[in-house]
Nanobody, 121 residues
């Protein structure tokens, strides 16, 4: 089973940018749908973005559309989430998740440990 490790979180001021990475080991990410999720304290987990397993179609939640960009680097076996124009409401723990031969809207079965993103002045 694939193992996932997120990195790149931190503290950023409103309007700033951060880039998250999701590095995979144990398997190539070919054939996997990869999703980025976030969860803030007291709130439900939210899928913010996903890249499909086949033709690299992308999905974005309404709250991040136009600000976040997901991408996949096969040579590095890594998926990225570039986050621009960050808002305080983007503050959460961000997780990446993988599902082999799945779509962006199924239950993901491999999860990383998460990375904290805090947007505050």
């Amino acid at each position: 089973q694939v193992q996932l490790v997120e990195s790149g979180g931190g503290l950023v001021q409103p309007g700033g940018s951060l880039g998250l990475s999701c590095a995979a080991s144990g398997s190539t990410l070919d054939g996997y749908a990869i999703g980025w999720f976030r969860q803030a304290p007291g709130q439900e987990r939210e899928e913010v973005s996903c890249i499909s397993n086949s033709n690299n179609n992308t999905y974005y939640g309404d709250s991040v559309k136009g600000r976040f960009t997901i991408s996949r680097d096969k040579s590095r076996n890594t998926v990225y989430l570039q986050m621009n124009s960050l808002k305080p409401e983007d503050t959460a723990v961000y997780y990446c998740a993988a599902l082999k031969h799945g779509t962006c809207f199924e239950d993901f079965d491999s999860w990383g440990q998460g990375t904290q993103v805090t947007v505050s002045s």
